[in-house]
C-alpha cells in the first residue's frame, strides 16, 4: 500500500525558514514525478515544486529563488526547504507521487495519483 506522510510544518514569523519532509513507503522504485502542493483557506491547490521525470526541478513563479525540492532516495524522503516564507505562504502543504511509469516517456507529463494527508504551514507577519 503506497503512503506518503508529511511532517515538518509548523508556524514561523515572515522571513524565517521550514523544512517539510515526506516520507513515501510501499514502492519499491522510483518515482516518475515527486511534487509539493499548497492550499490556503478559500483557494484553489496549486503547484508549488516538481521534481520532473528527467529528474530536472521545476517550481511556482511565487516561490522560486525562495523554495527547494530534493529527494532522498535511500531515505525513501521528498523535502521541502523553504527561506524566506511569506505570510502568503500559509497553507496546507502537500506531497504527492505518480508512480505510472519507471522510464521516461517522451511528452509524458506529470499526473499526480497518491497524496498524503498535509502539514500545516502558517506564516506570521
Known amino acids: 500500500q503506497v503512503q506518503l506522510v508529511e511532517s515538518g510544518g509548523g508556524s514561523v514569523q515572515a522571513g524565517g525558514s521550514l523544512r517539510l519532509s515526506c516520507a513515501t513507503s510501499?514502492?519499491?522504485?522510483?518515482?516518475?514525478?515527486m511534487g509539493w502542493f499548497r492550499q490556503a483557506p478559500g483557494k484553489e491547490r496549486e503547484g508549488v515544486a516538481t521534481?520532473?521525470?528527467?529528474?530536472?526541478?521545476s517550481y511556482a513563479d511565487s516561490v522560486k529563488g525562495r523554495f527547494t525540492i530534493s529527494q532522498d532516495n535511500a531515505k525513501n524522503t521528498l523535502y521541502l526547504q523553504m527561506h524566506s516564507l511569506k505570510p502568503e505562504d500559509t497553507a496546507m502543504y502537500y506531497c504527492?507521487?505518480?508512480?505510472?511509469?519507471?522510464?521516461?516517456?517522451?511528452?509524458?507529463?506529470?499526473?499526480?495519483?497518491?497524496w498524503g494527508q498535509g502539514t500545516q504551514v502558517t506564516v506570521s507577519s
Open positions: 510501499g514502492y519499491t522504485y522510483s518515482a516518475y514525478c
Open positions: 504527492a507521487a505518480d508512480l505510472r511509469f519507471v522510464v521516461v516517456v517522451p511528452d509524458m507529463s506529470c499526473d499526480f495519483g497518491y
Open positions: 521534481i520532473e521525470p528527467d529528474g530536472s526541478t
